[in-house]
């Protein structure tokens, strides 16, 4: 399961799955599972800003093992594929730059849920 994310020429991050656009209209847990490579691409982007370069010709691909078994996706890979013309020196840096991202650190150590209502009652003791 891949889900692609490309930016427009405004720089827009665009993610999208079999070909079609990702949105919340059509499902909210896909944008959960693209958040990833969204937020690797706003660390990507913000990189290639800062040092004059384009963003024409990168992309990210999120690969993604999903186990149909338990409904889980088991394995989460982010390829950012960039122009041939991309300096090697900062192969490295890019790696660093994805590594920053805090969606990628929430899934690795993820918070507790809880659920509440308005109806609940706090008992005091």
Do not use: W
């Amino acid at each position: 399961m891949n889900i692609d994310i490309s930016f427009d020429a405004s720089g827009k991050i665009i993610p999208s799955f079999q070909g079609r656009e990702i949105t919340m209209d059509e499902s909210p847990y896909m944008i959960y599972l693209a958040t990833t490579g969204m937020c690797s691409a706003v660390y990507v982007r913000a990189f290639l800003t800062q040092r004059g370069m384009s963003l024409e010709d990168v992309s990210l691909t999120q690969l993604m093992t999903y186990n149909r078994m338990t409904n889980m996706v088991e394995n989460i890979e982010v390829k950012v594929s960039l122009p041939e013309t991309f300096p090697t020196k900062y192969n490295k840096a890019i790696k660093a730059v994805v590594d920053q991202c805090p969606v990628k650190k929430h899934m690795i150590e993820p918070p507790t849920v809880t659920v509440t209502t308005n109806l609940d009652v706090e008992v005091n003791a």
